[in-house]
């Protein structure tokens, strides 16, 4: 459907034209180039040159971030997405040769880094030893005081908070002799007393051991002058290192007009990267130069005419194997279905025997993805979103995908919301009935409210599930058909077709109440479907009896299996409503002040959490069916995406005129 036919080429050339030749390929963005496997062929090693590529982009990122957390650079949400900025071909190769001064700017700023966290460091070691210090500033006598020549002075800390006559009635129980002991608290606080105790040389070795018995925590490697001006010399010391370390922060604002061409040299590390892998996957001998990959089939005659005008080289061009599974697949969707390609590659991205899934994927996921979360006013912020960063910050290739995802699944939203009545849960009917002062709001919903008819809604979710199971196996049918396996085709998917028609009818007739002509087919199309399972499932078998029993085997199967995947569908009602009465719950609690202000506070808080939560719920939910539900149906996946060689930036979209699309 989507898929684009590739061609497999070889390209030789002289040794000398190689670095040139897949510059220019790179430049051209459009050969996904496969590792040449030829024993007479030497390889190119690069691991050297591709490793200083990674340090020199890993100190661009360092560099970088120094400034962004040093020079308050912030981006917003949106920016998140744009993150880039335009640079023609021309200016990227300027820059590229400046990459050596790039380079050593991040160095600079990379060590200015260094000294501040050294700097950093020393203020910390400062800090602790002022902590330590600073609750025995009152200390009239050095903290390493430890005798007179007539007493013993003990300085340290009691766990707990004790006064001075608690510490010396502490002292008595022990010993009687310690009655007249001096006890100094210097400062108290609720986990510790900083005491001073003073004993004469008669009693000091009782004293002493007293403490130890009471856990009294002695100073050790006090500083041998007064607390008070040790502390104050700590502080000086602090002011000076906080001074240095403003002075080192100032410094690297010198640095911010050269931000983007730190920025750069990543950029251009990871192009030149790249670069080199291709080099490594190609092949040389003393004289000459092969590189092997694949281009797409519409592009074949220009570029060839372009590249052997340019080099002293020859193309071949030759229909690739596609029993080999290493011939990747490329994907061209437009807006609809590009949206959905990310999804659909983190499950697997399509082999050559795959059709696309995407566009047909596309629709039901953005009709289960509004379905869920079903509110319009969240539709609306979601279409204002993609619409902002698609027109605003010009979004393109994987963003402008997100954003494309975005806006169609926003556009679902608006629908369903508006068919439900939700637009930010019940706002309208209760400002009508808060603040307004009717008695009832108006009834918004233009076909059915979720809550009070959820009978309704839970059979639509299981038929719309339904539809999708049926429209896989559709799929299945016409991959087989292709691959004119017309027995298989009929046998694996129409009276399965059948047979889930058939009990849907029944089991929605026992719900509900339907039209008898309709509920008249649902035993007959059931009957049919089954007895067709039994004779075509066990088909492989050789015996009669073995035909029966896998047939019998078969239906079995495909009753629970399908039983279950029509049921995992009831998590789009589940969903719907949980989206519904939270917003309309926020609304209640805002509401009940009868204050605007405090509306206004808890609409919004309210109402952030709750589209935060349900679309992060509506995202793996809607994933979840696809990838269980429906690929499970016909499609294999395991395929090689097709990754061109191309100047791949984080930052910089490089602007050129584009002769290959």
């Known amino acids: 459907m989507a898929k684009v036919k590739?061609?497999?080429?070889?390209?030789?050339?002289?040794?000398?034209?190689?670095?040139?030749?897949?510059?220019?390929?790179?430049?051209?963005?459009?050969?996904?180039?496969?590792?040449?496997?030829?024993?007479?062929?030497?390889?190119?090693?690069?691991?050297?040159?591709?490793?200083?590529?990674?340090?020199?982009?890993?100190?661009?990122?360092?560099?970088?971030?120094?400034?962004?957390?040093?020079?308050?650079?912030?981006?917003?949400?949106?920016?998140?997405?744009?993150?880039?900025?335009?640079?023609?071909?021309?200016?990227?190769?300027?820059?590229?040769?400046?990459?050596?001064?790039?380079?050593?700017?991040?160095?600079?700023?990379?060590?200015?880094?260094?000294?501040?966290?050294?700097?950093?460091?020393?203020?910390?070691?400062?800090?602790?030893?002022?902590?330590?210090?600073?609750?025995?500033?009152?200390?009239?006598?050095?903290?390493?005081?430890?005798?007179?020549?007539?007493?013993?002075?003990?300085?340290?800390?009691?766990?707990?908070?004790?006064?001075?006559?608690?510490?010396?009635?502490?002292?008595?129980?022990?010993?009687?002799?310690?009655?007249?002991?001096?006890?100094?608290?210097?400062?108290?606080?609720?986990?510790?007393?900083?005491?001073?105790?003073?004993?004469?040389?008669?009693?000091?070795?009782?004293?002493?051991?007293?403490?130890?018995q009471l856990g009294f925590g002695f100073l050790e490697n006090a500083a041998p002058a007064l607390a008070s001006k040790t502390a104050e010399k700590l502080k000086n010391e602090i002011s000076d290192l906080e001074a240095e370390l403003n002075n080192l922060k100032e410094s690297l604002k010198k640095y911010l007009p050269q931000y983007d061409d730190i920025r750069f040299l990543g950029d251009f590390s990871i192009v030149q990267k790249d670069k080199y892998e291709a080099l490594e996957k190609s092949a040389q001998t003393e004289q000459a130069f092969v590189i092997r990959g694949y281009i797409p089939e519409s592009l074949c005659d220009e570029i060839k005419f372009d590249i052997e005008n340019k080099f002293l080289c020859q193309i071949e061009f030759s229909e690739p194997d596609y029993d080999n599974a290493e011939v990747p697949v490329l994907i061209r969707n437009g807006a609809f279905g590009g949206g959905v390609e990310s999804i659909t590659n983190m499950y697997s991205s399509p082999s050559n025997k795959d059709i696309d899934p995407n566009p047909i994927m596309a629709f039901f996921y953005y009709l289960f993805f509004g379905f869920m979360l079903s509110d319009a006013g969240y539709g609306i912020l979601m279409i204002l979103f993609s619409v902002i960063a698609k027109k605003k910050f010009k979004v393109s290739g994987n963003s402008l995908k997100f954003a494309n995802m975005v806006l169609f699944s926003g556009i679902s939203t608006v629908f369903w919301g508006a068919m439900f009545g939700g637009w930010f849960g019940d706002l309208i009917p209760i400002i009508f009935t808060e603040f307004i002062g009717y008695d009832k709001g108006p009834q918004l919903a233009l076909w059915m409210d979720p809550v009070g008819d959820s009978i309704t809604l839970l059979l639509f979710s299981l038929g719309m599930g339904i539809l999708q199971l049926i429209a896989g196996l559709l799929i299945k049918l016409y991959m087989l058909f292709k691959e004119k396996k017309y027995m298989a085709a009929f046998s694996d998917t129409v009276p399965v077709i059948v047979f889930i028609i058939g009990f849907a009818i029944v089991g929605a007739g026992i719900i509900v109440e339907i039209p008898e002509k309709i509920s008249s087919l649902g035993l007959p199309l059931t009957a049919i479907g089954a007895t067709l399972i039994v004779l075509t499932g066990g088909r492989s078998s050789k015996s009669i009896i073995g035909k029966f029993g896998g047939g019998l085997y078969a239906l079995y199967n495909i009753a629970t299996g399908y039983i279950g995947d029509i049921l995992s569908y009831s998590r789009l009602l589940a969903l719907s409503l949980v989206t519904g009465v939270v917003a309309s719950a926020v609304n209640m609690l805002a509401a009940m002040p009868g204050n605007i202000i405090i509306f206004v506070i808890i609409f919004i808080v309210g109402h952030v959490m709750n589209i935060a939560i349900n679309l992060i719920g509506t995202y793996v939910h809607t994933n979840r069916l696809q990838y269980v539900e429906f690929f499970s149906k016909f499609y294999e996946g395991s395929g090689v995406e097709f990754k061109p060689l191309k100047l791949n930036s984080k930052h910089f979209i490089i602007k050129e005129e584009k002769k290959y699309e």
């Not at 061609?7 to 030789?12: C, N, P, R, T």
């Open 6 to 212: 590739l061609l497999h080429f070889e390209l030789v050339s002289l040794l000398s034209e190689s670095k040139r030749i897949v510059d220019y390929i790179q430049k051209l963005g459009v050969a996904d180039i496969e590792n040449t496997q030829d024993s007479e062929l030497l390889k190119f090693e690069t691991v050297a040159v591709r490793d200083e590529y990674r340090k020199k982009s890993e100190l661009s990122s360092k560099a970088a971030g120094i400034l962004e957390k040093y020079c308050n650079i912030k981006r917003g949400l949106v920016e998140s997405f744009t993150d880039y900025k335009s640079i023609e071909y021309s200016d990227f190769r300027v820059l590229a040769d400046k990459s050596d001064s790039i380079e050593n700017v991040c160095g600079e700023v990379v060590a200015l880094n260094d000294e501040i966290d050294k700097c950093n460091q020393r203020i910390n070691e400062k800090r602790r030893l002022l902590d330590y210090y600073s609750p025995w500033v009152a200390l009239d006598i050095p903290m390493a005081s430890k005798r007179t020549f007539s007493t013993g002075i003990f300085i340290g800390t009691f766990s707990g908070n004790y006064t001075e006559t608690q510490i010396i009635d502490l002292l008595v129980k022990y010993d009687e002799s310690l009655s007249e002991v001096a006890v100094d608290v210097v400062h108290s606080e609720k986990r510790f007393t900083y005491s001073v105790i003073i004993a004469h040389n008669s009693v000091s070795a009782i004293c002493e051991s007293a403490l130890k």
